[in-house]
């Protein structure tokens, strides 16, 4: 049963038909299994590289990260070196950071305030709007266009708080992308959140193999025994797939009065409806931002290719009622539970990368509760353009008559 908004009466007998059902609905299609070789296959992961991380909608930041104007951080998570920036007026923005000159960086540290870039090779002077504004030894140039020469920009738009940029400078506006998602997250005031914590950490394995784990809870019952598990019924979950690869999953708590014990007496949001505050909701943001939000607190995971065979997650933490200079002293535990359960999502996957690269790894054989993966694979190809693709790596579209669509 596949709903679009979250409408408590439907949500909950959507719960109940997953749990009460003996097979997969009737008219569910056969998964065919995902080609192996989609996992190591160099020339695919090249396309993957270039045709869907680079002209995808990526959550760079948090608002908080740039308090005033001036203020600036670099992000190299898409593989190219981006500055992310509030300009004089108080706008967002995002450029390479990159000197039109002879391609020399405009910033050297991570962070930082100023009111422009000064490349420190040649002294080419740009404002915070990318604006080309001085040049040294401007006499030996000849017919130097100034308004030709302004720092390049990335698009970058804001979903309440969380930036998001994209390399594609045709790319469908965010919120148009996200589609039925983006009316849904208003309930989340995430204007309001604040930027809590935020921390990363590389894992030996293909990006995907951990994309893949957090699309689904199948493995809860196997390596989540004494967290998760304990109070998610995974039985009753159900999906929302919608376009662009987006979708949803929602996971009923065992007991509807359950509350996490580590977040009683945190600031709140109010408003909240039903099935998000007594049920485990994620989003998924294709290709890599996962969001399974709380009404006081909601966790914030990327997943980033650094290599063929490595990848980083990113996990961070925004909130109401925060205050960076006073935090609430319940945070410590909470993000060390919560970096607990992670590493459990973690632990296996170095060695299911051995097995990627070895002759046992044939293909996945994915099931009903595993769809969203399949969703995701299938976005893929259409990312990339299926006549791209090698043909014993494409998969084929059978989700079509699945997707929710408005």
Not at 23 to 44: Q, S
Not at 250 to 279: A, E, F, H, Q, Y
């Amino acid at each position: 049963m596949e709903l679009n908004q979250l409408n408590a009466p439907r949500a909950l007998a959507a719960m109940e038909y997953e749990r009460g059902r003996t097979g997969p609905p009737t008219d569910f299609p056969n998964l065919p299994d995902i080609p192996g070789g989609r996992y190591v296959d160099r020339d695919f992961l090249a396309l993957e590289q270039a045709r869907m991380w680079k002209r995808a909608w990526l959550y760079a930041g948090h608002v908080d990260q740039l308090p005033n104007p001036g203020s600036w951080f670099l992000t190299r998570n898409t593989g190219a070196p981006i500055i992310v920036v509030r300009d004089m007026a108080g706008a967002v923005r995002a450029f390479y950071n990159t000197c039109r000159h002879r391609g020399a960086p405009l910033v050297t540290e991570d962070s930082g305030e100023s009111r422009g870039f000064v490349c420190g090779y040649h002294g080419w002077s740009y404002t915070l709007d990318g604006k080309l504004t001085a040049v040294r030894d401007r006499r030996d140039f000849v017919d130097l266009d100034f308004a030709c020469r302004s720092m390049v920009p990335v698009r970058c738009e804001l979903l309440g708080s969380l930036i998001f940029i994209n390399e594609d400078p045709e790319a469908q506006p965010l919120m148009e992308h996200i589609g039925p998602m983006a009316h849904e997250l208003e309930q989340y005031r995430l204007d309001e959140l604040r930027l809590v914590d935020s921390r990363s950490y590389e894992v030996g394995c293909n990006v995907k193999v951990l994309l893949d784990a957090f699309l689904e809870v199948y493995h809860l019952k196997s390596i989540h025994q004494q967290t998760v598990d304990r109070f998610l019924d995974h039985r009753g979950m159900f999906i929302t797939l919608w376009p662009n690869g987006h979708s949803r999953m929602v996971t009923p708590n065992r007991r509807p009065d359950w509350i996490d014990p580590g977040t009683i007496g945190m600031p709140t949001l109010s408003g909240l409806s039903d099935i998000p505050l007594k049920n485990n909701v994620s989003y998924h943001i294709f290709p890599n931002f996962v969001m399974p939000p709380s009404d006081s607190g909601i966790p914030i995971l990327q997943f980033w290719p650094l290599t063929e065979r490595t990848c980083k997650v990113v996990s961070s933490w925004i909130a109401p009622g925060h205050d960076p200079a006073n935090p609430h002293p319940m945070w410590e535990k909470r993000i060390g539970n919560w970096e607990r359960i992670l590493y459990e999502d973690l632990q296996f996957a170095p060695q299911i990368q051995e097995s990627l690269e070895s002759r046992g790894f044939q293909g996945m054989t994915l099931n009903y509760q595993e769809r969203r993966i399949y969703h995701w694979h299938e976005e893929l190809d259409r990312r990339i353009g299926v006549e791209r693709i090698a043909p014993h790596l494409r998969v084929e579209q059978v989700l079509g008559d699945q997707v929710v669509r408005s």
